[in-house]
């Protein structure tokens, strides 16, 4: 059917390498370098759902890459590529991120969108990918074995991750590294350069912590315009993102989740107030819930008027760093009416039995299609199903409310579809639109103004439910089989980019 | 023909792509979002692949079969999910659910490395593969869940009439004389 016979020239020779150790370890580096590239480079492209996708696309072109050119490498070649690949993967994080302040410091951020996918098959995935074929076409072992062996080496690389990721990106880097040493201990590399290597990489590691500190505030301030002098306490990947927190020289401390900022300053804290604080204050709800947990300063606003308040957080990196670097906003360790779970908000709406007086939501925005369906209708309705009588949703609208807005009208919208009274404030303050829905508002316009005025916001617009139908119009509720929103915020995400 | 010998591993791909992804949404949407729900999709789909290549890939069942298998574990995540959404005390039939959709790459494997290169098989099944992650996120933003039940049977039909393109099961390796799968090179 097909030929087969490959140059052996090309090919390794069974006395000079380990092939399934190779497949074995080049498995499981595949795996820890995916994890490092995606939430990076998400967060240096400012994450949306349309970064995910390109960053999985650059990483899986890299795969193709790597297959393709497998027949054209060299014996000769691989251990110098290894060295190479070594020192680049080990120090990822450090130069992409100086490679965008580089770029944005010359006023051409959007560059990063091109210049780093591309470099993402170069560097990054395509060098494990040359060994399967390689190793397979050439004899030195049957597909089906070693491609078995390959997978097992992944399987190893997810386990290490949900074990011992929790530990940092050191730790992750602890295992690469010593996965990449161990091949190119297969490639029968010379022992002085293998124990050099090996120095190097100690070395680097005892570094990386304060490598890794010193070029994210770097980023951080060129790209976000945090003040000059702004450290940054705490940096990780999580399962489910980057999270950093930084400190300007004043002591204002930031949250940013993906790289994208979820509290710090002024507008963090009205934000806050608009969906905690003054809800609770008029509500005075026995049992609240707080969707999100970000720095928890909504959840400490509400406790301060509530019986018991819950926050319900996937993340539980998010909700550590926030109880150590976010004591004075939350107030954590001395409120004793609030209780914290570890839960995808709905997976927990779902199963709980309790009723809240008052939920608020402080989730990120829609940028990609996991936080988009906490904005969906049907999310809405399950809350609304877990509402006391009389109780109300704080929801963000994540932009502000108007005609030609379709975000927050599509978020209107969903929130239409479970309650039958939707208010709708803008906030001078906080630059967005905030709605609080019920089937009966146990407040009326009046007193949310008086609670505006008295938080001391002064520039705001409220819309009765009539004014938030009108508005809304046409606009479609977001829904599991609507995420075309996803797609609309993650190109307009990326268009002001480059504008 | 040789245009087929490329386009049939791409398909593969395709498939595998738009299950995966499918997989993944379904059970995010409807199951949990948090990384167990990651962990249960890619480890069962890597176990499943494991058991596929090394054990699965000898049984004398044509390649339809393992199809077939992979469609039938998928739907029937979607109506356990549809039956009993949220419900994470079921997690394990999902993970057989999944090792059992993960199978059919580790048998399509095994059995092409006696037609294919290690190179071009890999190569075309990861294009592919790419082209339905791409696929299957973009579709499914823009014309929802519809889209992750319709898209993997139509890839499958597809996958299953090029296999028999010449309709002489070119590529059913249990009924050639190539079977089994011999060391290349």
């Known amino acids: ?499 | 023909m040789e245009l087929t010998r490329r386009f049939y591993p791409a398909l593969t791909g395709l498939l595998l792509g738009l299950l995966q992804t499918g997989l993944f949404f379904q059970l995010t949407f409807t199951l949990s979002s948090s990384f167990r729900t990651f962990l249960l999709v890619t480890l069962c789909w890597l176990i499943g692949s494991a058991v596929g290549v090394t054990y699965a890939a000898k049984l004398r069942f044509p390649l339809e079969i393992f199809i077939g298998l992979a469609l039938i574990a998928y739907f029937a995540c979607a109506i356990l999910l549809k039956i009993l959404p949220f419900g994470t005390q079921v997690w394990p039939v999902y993970a057989v659910l999944i090792a059992l959709t993960g199978i059919y790459p580790g048998v399509f494997f095994a059995r092409m490395a006696a037609f294919y290169t290690a190179r071009d098989l890999f190569l075309y099944e990861n294009n592919g593969f790419l082209i339905g992650l791409i696929l299957g996120t973009l579709l499914f933003m823009m014309f929802g869940r519809v889209i992750l039940f319709i898209a993997p049977v139509f890839v499958a039909v597809m996958v299953v009439k090029t296999g028999d393109i010449r309709h002489n099961r070119a590529y059913d390796f249990t009924r050639s004389a190539d079977y089994p799968p011999r060391p290349a090179g």
Not at chain 1, 231 to 244: G, H, I, N
Not at chain 1, 362 to 368: I, Q, S
Request: with cysteine; proline share 4%; glycine share 8%.
């Open chain 1, 1 to 499: 059917m097909t030929s087969l016979s490959i140059p052996r020239t090309f090919g390794l020779s069974r006395s000079t390498i380990t092939p399934a150790l190779i497949v074995f370890f080049g498995g499981a580096n595949l795996i820890l370098i995916q994890w490092v590239l995606v939430r990076e480079l998400t967060t240096l492209l400012l994450g949306t759902e349309l970064v995910t996708l390109l960053v999985t696309i650059s990483y899986f072109l890299g795969l193709s890459l790597g297959y393709g050119l497998a027949r054209r490498i060299r014996r000769a070649w691989l251990i110098p590529l290894a060295v190479i690949t070594l020192i680049l993967h080990l120090t990822l994080p450090i130069w992409f991120r100086l490679v965008v302040t580089a770029l944005d410091s010359m006023g051409l951020y959007a560059l990063a969108f091109l210049v780093l996918p591309a470099l993402v098959p170069l560097v990054i995935s395509s060098f494990y990918s040359v060994f399967l074929p390689l190793l397979v076409d050439s004899g030195e072992g049957q597909l089906p074995v070693l491609y078995g062996v390959e997978l097992l080496g992944s399987i190893c690389g997810v386990m290490i991750l949900f074990l011992l990721g929790g530990l940092g990106l050191q730790t992750v880097f602890v295992f690469y590294a010593m996965g990449l040493l161990l091949i190119l201990a297969a490639l029968k590399i010379q022992p002085l350069p293998l124990v050099a290597l090996a120095i190097m990489s100690v070395v680097w590691l005892l570094i990386l912590p304060s490598a890794n500190k010193w070029s994210n505030a770097i980023w951080y301030m060129q790209i976000h315009n945090l003040p000059s002098g702004t450290t940054t306490l705490f940096s990780s990947y999580s399962a489910y993102q980057k999270v950093d927190v930084l400190q300007g020289i004043g002591g204002e401390r930031y949250l940013f989740l993906d790289g994208l900022e979820h509290f710090g300053g002024v507008d963090g804290s009205q934000l806050n107030v608009i969906l905690g604080r003054i809800p609770a204050q008029l509500l005075q709800p026995e049992n609240a819930l707080v969707i999100g947990a970000g720095s928890m300063e909504m959840a400490a606003m509400i406790a301060d008027s509530a019986g018991q308040v819950t926050t319900v957080e996937i993340d539980p990196l998010v909700v550590n760093s926030s109880l150590r670097y976010f004591d004075s906003v939350n107030q954590m360790s001395s409120l004793d009416n609030r209780r914290i779970v570890i839960d995808d908000a709905k997976h927990y709406i779902a199963n709980t039995s309790d009723r809240y007086d008052l939920v608020s939501t402080d989730t990120p925005a829609a940028y990609a299609i996991q936080t988009a369906t906490l904005y969906s209708a049907s999310f809405y309705q399950a809350i609304a199903a877990h509402l006391n009588p009389g109780g109300v949703l704080a929801a963000n609208l994540t932009s502000s409310f108007a005609p030609d807005d379709e975000v927050s009208r599509r978020i209107a919208a969903s929130l239409l579809t479970a309650f039958d009274e939707v208010i709708v404030v803008t906030s001078q303050a906080a630059g967005w639109s905030f709605a609080y829905a019920s089937d009966d508002l146990p407040f009326d316009r009046a007193a949310i103004e008086n609670a505006l005025r008295a938080s001391g916001e002064t520039g705001f617009v409220i819309f009765d439910t009539p004014a938030v139908r009108a508005v809304v119009g046409d606009a479609r509720p977001i829904t599991l089989d609507s995420m075309d929103i996803v797609l609309h915020i993650s190109l307009d995400w990326i268009q002001d980019r480059w504008n």
